[in-house]
């Protein structure tokens, strides 16, 4: 069973980075779309971002031109740098596997188990 194991999270002041690391123990992680949600407190789950290949990337417009999705295929590992944090980025970040087929085999969903990140002097 394809597993996430997220880390990176933590107490950061404002103004301040991380960076987030989702490694996954599944195949063909170089061809999965692979995302990051964050859910803050009282809040419904939202997308952050999104890496599709090694280059294509899309954002939330709350988090445009401030954090950075890439991945490393060799270690099959996604990052989630943050900088310029804010108060509102305060939420628990989900490391997800969108579901796909790829070469006529299905692959379902797959969520991390979340790492928090806590914004705030």
């Known amino acids: 069973q394809v597993q996430l194991v997220e880390s990176g999270g933590g107490l950061v002041q404002p103004g301040g980075s991380l960076t987030l690391s989702c490694t996954t123990s599944?195949?063909?992680?170089?061809?999965?779309?692979i995302n990051w949600y964050r859910q803050a407190p009282g809040k419904e789950r939202e997308l952050v971002a999104r890496?599709?290949?090694?280059?294509?990337?899309t954002y939330a417009d709350s988090v445009k031109g401030r954090f950075t999705i890439s991945r490393d295929n060799a270690k099959n590992t996604v990052y989630l740098r943050m900088n310029i944090l804010k108060p509102e980025d305060t939420a628990v970040y989900y490391c997800?596997?969108?579901?796909?087929?790829?070469?006529?085999?299905?692959?379902?969903?797959?969520w991390g188990q979340g790492t928090l990140v806590t914004v705030s002097s």
């Open positions: 997800n596997l969108s579901p796909q087929v790829v070469a006529g085999q299905y692959y379902p969903e797959v």
């Open positions: 599944g195949s063909i992680f170089s061809l999965r779309v």
């Open positions: 890496i599709v290949n090694v280059d294509r990337t």
